[in-house]
Each structure stands twice: as C-alpha cells, then as structure tokens.
C-alpha cells in the first residue's frame, strides 16, 4: 500500500529547461550587458549544449566557458559557478499542475515529498521560493545529506525519517539513472516524469511514464 508519493524537483515539478532561459537572462545581464544580437544567442546555445541539463561539475563548466569565449578579464570560474548556485532558485517555472497535485495528494491522505540533489542552498532556495514547500511534509537535499542520488541510500533515508518502508513510497522523477533506478534499487516503487533533458532515453517497461506531472494520480 503507498503511504507516500516522493519527487524529484528539475525536470519533474518545476520546467527546468525554461528556467534556465531564464537563469542566463540574468548571468548575462549581471556579467556581459554588452553583448547582444547574435552573439548572445550562441553564447546561450553554448550554455545550453554544454549545460548538460545540469548535471556538469559548474566551476569546470565555467572554466570551459570562459575558455571558449575568450572572455578577457572575466569572473573567476568559482564566482560564476557561485552565481549559479545563489540565483538560479530566483528563476523557478513550476508546472502549474504541481501544486493541484501536490494539494490533491495531500487531500487525499498521502505523505509528500521532495528528494533532490543538489548543494544545500541552491535546492532549498528553490523549494522556498517554488510555493510548493507547505504541500511537502520532508525535503530532503543531498548536499544536507552528503548522499546523492543514485545511491539509494538517500532514499532509504528519507523513508526512514518518514517511519516508512521504501515499499510504501513511490518515487517520481526524470532521470532514469539518479531518479528511477536509485529509487528502484531501495525498494521504492517509481513513475517516469518523461521531460526534458532525459526525454525518451532509458524507458523502462516496468516503469510507467508520463508527459505531465498531473498524471500521477493514475498510478496511484
């Protein structure tokens, strides 16, 4: 019987993708106003490619960045890279749905949650400015941890701190590595947000998928 429905944050109840579009209009506002046109635009497309969707070590990212740009007299790597991880939560897009489910589950008699990787500012900073922190009943970032996804420690740990069994938690999430398998591996139900960055790739048949995040509630 499933007592809780867990979820990751990017990609899962928060558009990602978009809110990155809007994360760069403030980098390059705060570091390069004077660029525009053309420019700007394949200096975002390098972003966007390289990003990797997130997941790339940011003080190397930016390294690569100032590097590629042959950007004279720029910002440390480790000041840019700490940019990132102060503002990026100022630029959240939550899928309108996210808090009708999240209020719903809530309705319904369910335990919710948010299990994340990411630095303990950056994620939680998120989360407070997301609106959706009242529906969650624990949040729990890996950088408070100092476990990360996929381990399915993480997971465990979470069930744990909830008085559950993994068995009891469903886990929702895009990324079919960190996200479905490291919750699998704990002995968590999942369910495959299929959007953005991980659109398509790895699709299991065990594990079903949805395109918006409101679907939940079908397999539940």
Request: with cysteine; proline share 5%; aromatic share 12%.
């Amino acid at each position: 019987m499933i007592k809780a429905v867990l979820f990751d944050f990017d990609e899962t109840i928060q558009d990602r993708t978009a809110a990155f579009e809007k994360y760069m209009d403030t980098f390059f506002a705060d570091f390069c106003p004077e660029i525009d046109g053309a420019e700007l635009e394949k200096r975002k497309e390098e972003m966007r490619v390289t990003g990797n969707g997130g997941y790339v070590n940011r003080e190397k990212w930016y390294a690569s960045l100032i590097e590629s740009w042959n950007w004279q007299n720029a910002p440390s790597n480790v000041t840019l890279a700490n940019h990132y991880d102060t503002k990026f939560g100022d630029h959240n897009v939550i899928f309108p749905e996210s808090p009708i489910l999240l209020k719903e589950l809530k309705d319904r008699g369910y335990i919710v949650g948010v299990i994340t990787n990411g630095p303990s500012y950056l994620q939680n900073h998120k989360m407070d400015t997301s609106g959706l922190r009242p529906y969650c009943d624990i949040v729990v970032v890996s950088g408070d941890v100092g476990v990360h996804k996929p381990d399915p420690a993480l997971f465990t740990y979470t069930a744990d701190k909830l008085g559950l069994k993994a068995e009891e938690c469903v886990y929702v999430g895009d990324h079919p590595v960190n996200d479905i398998q490291g919750a699998l591996s704990a002995g968590m139900k999942a369910i495959r947000m299929n959007f953005g960055w991980f659109k398509d790739q790895e699709l299991r048949d065990d594990v079903p998928a949805i395109e918006n995040i409101i679907d939940v509630l079908k397999y539940i």
